[in-house]
């Protein structure tokens, strides 16, 4: 098994020419039934009211929830599709970091559900999310 450092060097080498490597996303943790991911709050991810925009978190909820599935397979032999994204946004953000940790809710066969919880640099919950993501043999 790798260690933990060569496992997020690759999880980040994944982001290149992304569109988590657009917004900064940066994985930070993995463990048995998780994954945490940061993403920088500023200018690149605001919308027009200068706070961090919400599609900036589900994107990165998005990313840290189907990332966790393919850590959880063989993906020689599966990828994973997310088929379903809902976020609800609770607190605004102006600056700062956004963490991003997935946790596994169900882990089946076919398909696995994980629930993001987004924080802020303080720890206040900013957005909740969940995801499901389908597994499916390569072709």
Not at 9 to 22: S, V
């Amino acid at each position: 098994m790798l260690e933990k450092s060569e496992i997020l060097k690759r999880f980040n080498e994944r982001c290149k020419d992304t569109l988590m490597e657009t917004l900064e996303i940066e994985y930070v943790d993995v463990g048995d039934d998780f994954v945490i991911a940061q993403m920088p709050v500023n200018s690149r991810v605001y919308q027009p009211y200068g706070i961090l925009h919400g599609g900036a978190t589900a994107a990165l909820a998005e990313s840290v929830g189907s990332l966790a599935s393919t850590y959880f397979v063989d993906n020689d032999r599966f990828v994973i599709k997310g088929i379903e994204l809902s976020i609800n946004h609770v607190k605004s953000v102006k600056d700062g970091m956004v963490t991003a940790t997935a946790t596994i809710v169900h882990k089946g066969r076919s398909t696995h559900l994980w629930e993001i919880k987004v924080v802020n640099t303080s720890g206040d919950l900013i957005s909740i999310a969940k995801i499901t993501n389908i597994v499916l043999e390569k072709r």
